[in-house]
Protein backbone atom coordinates (compact mmCIF):
# COMPACT_ATOMS: atom_id res chain seq x y z
CA UNK A 1 0.00 0.00 0.00
CA UNK A 2 2.80 2.19 0.53
CA UNK A 3 3.02 4.90 -2.43
CA UNK A 4 6.68 5.46 -2.22
CA UNK A 5 8.90 2.82 -0.91
CA UNK A 6 13.00 3.14 -0.21
CA UNK A 7 15.37 0.51 0.49
CA UNK A 8 17.32 0.29 2.74
CA UNK A 9 15.78 2.72 5.66
CA UNK A 10 19.00 2.59 6.73
CA UNK A 11 22.72 2.37 5.22
CA UNK A 12 26.05 2.13 7.43
CA UNK A 13 29.35 1.65 5.06
CA UNK A 14 32.74 2.78 5.03
CA UNK A 15 34.45 5.28 3.42
CA UNK A 16 35.44 4.16 -0.21
CA UNK A 17 32.83 1.55 -0.91
CA UNK A 18 29.95 1.66 -3.26
CA UNK A 19 26.39 1.54 -2.75
CA UNK A 20 22.74 1.75 -4.10
CA UNK A 21 19.21 3.22 -2.83
CA UNK A 22 16.20 2.04 -4.69
CA UNK A 23 13.03 4.16 -5.11
CA UNK A 24 9.61 2.69 -6.26
CA UNK A 25 6.46 4.04 -6.60
CA UNK A 26 3.10 2.68 -7.18
CA UNK A 27 1.02 5.75 -7.93
CA UNK A 28 1.20 5.84 -11.63
CA UNK A 29 2.96 9.08 -11.33
CA UNK A 30 5.42 10.35 -14.42
CA UNK A 31 7.63 12.12 -12.84
CA UNK A 32 10.45 11.05 -9.44
CA UNK A 33 13.53 12.86 -7.74
CA UNK A 34 16.14 12.27 -5.47
CA UNK A 35 16.76 14.52 -2.47
CA UNK A 36 19.60 15.18 0.04
CA UNK A 37 18.82 16.10 3.30
CA UNK A 38 21.92 17.20 5.61
CA UNK A 39 22.38 17.12 8.97
CA UNK A 40 20.57 21.02 9.07
CA UNK A 41 17.56 19.64 7.61
CA UNK A 42 18.48 21.80 3.69
CA UNK A 43 16.60 19.92 1.69
CA UNK A 44 18.00 19.58 -2.22
CA UNK A 45 16.70 18.41 -4.99
CA UNK A 46 19.49 16.18 -6.39
CA UNK A 47 17.93 14.88 -9.82
CA UNK A 48 14.41 14.42 -11.47
CA UNK A 49 13.49 12.16 -13.88
CA UNK A 50 10.57 12.27 -16.62
CA UNK A 51 9.49 8.81 -18.03
CA UNK A 52 12.81 7.59 -17.61
CA UNK A 53 14.23 10.63 -18.95
CA UNK A 54 16.66 12.67 -17.14
CA UNK A 55 15.55 16.38 -16.46
CA UNK A 56 17.19 17.89 -13.74
CA UNK A 57 20.71 17.10 -13.07
CA UNK A 58 21.91 19.53 -9.93
CA UNK A 59 25.27 20.15 -9.25
CA UNK A 60 26.69 16.93 -7.96
CA UNK A 61 29.44 15.04 -7.81
CA UNK A 62 29.34 12.01 -10.58
CA UNK A 63 30.02 9.66 -8.32
CA UNK A 64 26.39 10.00 -7.79
CA UNK A 65 24.82 8.16 -10.74
CA UNK A 66 20.37 7.68 -11.20
CA UNK A 67 18.88 4.90 -13.21
CA UNK A 68 15.49 4.73 -14.07
CA UNK A 69 15.15 1.07 -15.69
CA UNK A 70 10.91 2.23 -15.80
CA UNK A 71 8.66 5.34 -14.85
CA UNK A 72 7.59 3.29 -11.51
CA UNK A 73 11.97 2.75 -10.36
CA UNK A 74 14.50 5.63 -9.58
CA UNK A 75 17.68 4.05 -8.12
CA UNK A 76 20.64 5.98 -7.09
CA UNK A 77 24.19 4.05 -7.20
CA UNK A 78 27.29 6.14 -5.20
CA UNK A 79 30.17 5.23 -5.91
CA UNK A 80 33.73 5.53 -3.76
CA UNK A 81 31.38 6.98 -0.71
CA UNK A 82 32.67 9.85 1.16
CA UNK A 83 32.11 10.99 4.69
CA UNK A 84 30.10 14.54 3.39
CA UNK A 85 28.26 11.47 1.41
CA UNK A 86 26.26 11.00 5.10
CA UNK A 87 22.81 12.61 5.01
CA UNK A 88 18.81 11.57 4.27
CA UNK A 89 18.56 10.77 0.96
CA UNK A 90 14.26 11.01 0.00
CA UNK A 91 13.16 9.80 -3.18
CA UNK A 92 9.59 11.39 -4.32
CA UNK A 93 7.09 11.39 -6.94
CA UNK A 94 4.74 13.67 -8.64
CA UNK A 95 2.26 13.04 -11.07
CA UNK A 96 3.53 15.64 -13.80
CA UNK A 97 6.86 17.09 -14.38
CA UNK A 98 7.51 20.50 -13.22
CA UNK A 99 5.99 22.75 -9.98
CA UNK A 100 2.28 22.80 -9.11
CA UNK A 101 2.08 19.04 -8.63
CA UNK A 102 2.13 17.53 -5.19
CA UNK A 103 4.98 16.05 -4.64
CA UNK A 104 5.04 12.62 -2.65
CA UNK A 105 7.85 11.54 -0.23
CA UNK A 106 9.05 8.32 0.21
CA UNK A 107 9.80 7.60 3.89
CA UNK A 108 13.87 8.22 3.44
CA UNK A 109 17.51 6.27 3.41
CA UNK A 110 19.84 7.71 6.41
CA UNK A 111 23.66 7.04 5.09
CA UNK A 112 26.22 7.22 7.02
CA UNK A 113 29.44 6.77 5.95
CA UNK A 114 32.40 6.25 8.71
CA UNK B 1 19.94 32.07 -8.21
CA UNK B 2 17.17 31.98 -6.15
CA UNK B 3 17.05 31.96 -2.66
CA UNK B 4 14.15 31.16 -0.23
CA UNK B 5 14.72 32.21 3.67
CA UNK B 6 12.39 30.74 6.29
CA UNK B 7 12.03 32.61 10.20
CA UNK B 8 12.80 32.01 12.22
CA UNK B 9 14.93 28.65 11.87
CA UNK B 10 13.67 27.81 15.60
CA UNK B 11 10.95 27.99 17.88
CA UNK B 12 9.81 26.71 20.90
CA UNK B 13 5.99 27.47 22.39
CA UNK B 14 4.10 26.43 25.06
CA UNK B 15 0.76 24.43 24.43
CA UNK B 16 -2.12 26.11 22.93
CA UNK B 17 0.44 29.31 22.13
CA UNK B 18 0.23 30.25 18.78
CA UNK B 19 2.66 29.98 16.21
CA UNK B 20 3.89 31.60 13.10
CA UNK B 21 6.83 30.95 10.37
CA UNK B 22 7.20 33.25 7.32
CA UNK B 23 8.68 32.35 3.73
CA UNK B 24 10.71 35.44 1.95
CA UNK B 25 11.67 35.32 -1.68
CA UNK B 26 14.34 37.56 -3.46
CA UNK B 27 12.28 37.15 -6.26
CA UNK B 28 8.49 36.88 -7.40
CA UNK B 29 6.69 33.53 -6.74
CA UNK B 30 4.81 32.34 -9.18
CA UNK B 31 3.18 29.95 -6.22
CA UNK B 32 4.44 28.30 -3.21
CA UNK B 33 3.50 25.17 -1.67
CA UNK B 34 3.94 24.08 1.97
CA UNK B 35 5.12 20.96 3.54
CA UNK B 36 5.57 19.41 7.09
CA UNK B 37 8.16 16.92 8.10
CA UNK B 38 7.73 15.11 11.63
CA UNK B 39 10.87 14.36 13.02
CA UNK B 40 12.20 11.09 11.98
CA UNK B 41 9.71 11.14 9.15
CA UNK B 42 9.42 12.33 5.48
CA UNK B 43 8.04 15.92 3.90
CA UNK B 44 4.59 15.71 3.52
CA UNK B 45 2.58 18.48 1.21
CA UNK B 46 0.26 20.70 3.15
CA UNK B 47 -0.94 23.15 1.01
CA UNK B 48 -0.37 25.36 -2.06
CA UNK B 49 -0.96 29.29 -2.40
CA UNK B 50 -1.21 30.59 -6.55
CA UNK B 51 -2.80 33.92 -6.35
CA UNK B 52 -1.50 37.21 -4.68
CA UNK B 53 -2.98 37.97 -1.58
CA UNK B 54 -4.24 34.03 -1.04
CA UNK B 55 -5.62 32.76 1.89
CA UNK B 56 -6.25 29.34 2.81
CA UNK B 57 -7.18 27.53 6.38
CA UNK B 58 -6.85 24.32 7.08
CA UNK B 59 -8.46 23.57 10.70
CA UNK B 60 -5.91 25.57 13.12
CA UNK B 61 -3.40 26.28 10.14
CA UNK B 62 -3.42 29.46 7.97
CA UNK B 63 -1.61 29.88 4.95
CA UNK B 64 -0.81 33.45 3.03
CA UNK B 65 0.69 34.61 0.27
CA UNK B 66 1.90 37.99 0.08
CA UNK B 67 0.59 40.78 -2.10
CA UNK B 68 3.46 41.07 -3.82
CA UNK B 69 4.14 37.09 -4.42
CA UNK B 70 7.46 37.41 -2.35
CA UNK B 71 6.53 36.15 0.52
CA UNK B 72 4.40 33.50 2.45
CA UNK B 73 3.39 32.65 6.00
CA UNK B 74 2.09 29.60 7.92
CA UNK B 75 0.23 30.71 11.26
CA UNK B 76 -1.00 27.79 13.18
CA UNK B 77 -3.61 28.83 16.45
CA UNK B 78 -3.49 26.80 19.85
CA UNK B 79 -0.43 24.14 18.88
CA UNK B 80 -0.57 21.17 19.91
CA UNK B 81 1.66 18.53 20.66
CA UNK B 82 1.13 17.39 17.44
CA UNK B 83 2.11 20.23 15.51
CA UNK B 84 5.53 19.26 16.15
CA UNK B 85 8.13 19.10 13.40
CA UNK B 86 9.77 21.31 10.74
CA UNK B 87 7.85 23.22 8.07
CA UNK B 88 9.14 24.07 5.09
CA UNK B 89 7.96 26.02 2.24
CA UNK B 90 8.92 25.43 -1.30
CA UNK B 91 8.95 27.22 -4.68
CA UNK B 92 9.31 26.89 -8.18
CA UNK B 93 12.71 27.22 -9.88
CA UNK B 94 14.87 26.07 -13.13
CA UNK B 95 11.79 27.06 -15.29
CA UNK B 96 8.92 25.24 -13.37
CA UNK B 97 11.23 21.78 -13.81
CA UNK B 98 11.61 21.70 -10.09
CA UNK B 99 11.00 22.81 -6.70
CA UNK B 100 13.56 24.81 -4.08
CA UNK B 101 12.64 24.39 -0.52
CA UNK B 102 13.17 27.06 2.22
CA UNK B 103 15.66 26.73 5.08
CA UNK B 104 12.83 25.39 7.42
CA UNK B 105 11.33 26.32 10.57
CA UNK B 106 11.72 23.56 13.27
CA UNK B 107 8.83 23.79 15.73
CA UNK B 108 9.00 22.26 19.40
CA UNK B 109 6.01 22.03 21.46
CA UNK B 110 6.00 21.65 25.39
CA UNK B 111 3.26 20.52 26.59
Known amino acids: DTAVSQTPKYLVTQMGNDKSIKCEQN?????MYWYKQDSKKFLKIMFSYNNKELIINETVPNRFSPKSPDKAHLNLHINSLELGDSAVYFCASSQKRGFGDTQYFGPGTRLTVL | GQQVMQIPQYQHVQEGEDFTTYCNSS?????IQWYKQRPGGHPVFLIQLVKSGEVKKQKRLTFQFGEAKKNSSLHITATQTTDVGTYFCASPSGGYQKVTFGTGTKLQVIP
Open chain 2, 27 to 31: TTLSN
Open chain 1, 27 to 31: LGHDT
